[in-house]
């Protein structure tokens, strides 16, 4: 059983930042891919960013390319968004995922950008971006 906790979000006023951590529970929190999703009000919960479980691999929605820096820290067990420049629309609730079912395995955009990838999910952060 996996527990992920994320913090960090908050409000922001446009052009902003904000850094989000994602902690788990478990050391072996270290072989798994891990990403992030969002979901604003009234609209389905949507791909941000992902990390593969070596770190090596970023990936990223186009809408936030450029902007967001997804990172791991192993030691620490979390995962962490950088989020700069941030905008309104970046408004939602962000949520961490991690694939547990498939550990130390490397893929492309299309898996780690489908939240059926992810079985475990922390409870969210609100983030909100005035403008």
């Known amino acids: 059983q996996v527990q992920l906790l994320e913090s960090g979000g908050g409000l922001v006023q446009a052009g902003g930042s904000l850094r989000l951590s994602c902690a788990a529970s478990?050391?072996?929190?270290?072989?798994?891919?891990m990403g992030w999703f969002r979901q604003a009000p009234g609209k389905e919960r949507e791909f941000v960013a992902a990390?593969?479980?070596?770190?090596?691999?970023?990936y990223y929605a186009d809408s936030v390319k450029g902007r967001f820096t997804v990172s791991r820290d192993n030691a620490k067990n979390t995962v962490y968004l950088q989020m700069n420049s941030l905008k309104p629309e970046d408004t939602a609730v962000y949520y961490c995922?991690?694939?547990?079912?498939?550990?130390?395995?490397?893929?492309?955009?299309?898996?780690?950008?489908?939240?059926?990838?992810?079985?475990?999910w922390g409870q969210g952060t609100q983030v909100t971006v005035s403008s």
């Open positions: 478990v050391r072996t929190v270290n072989y798994y891919n």
């Open positions: 990390i593969s479980w070596s770190g090596s691999s970023p």
């Open positions: 995922g991690a694939d547990t079912r498939k550990p130390l395995y490397s893929s492309g955009l299309t898996y780690y950008a489908n939240s059926n990838t992810y079985d475990y």
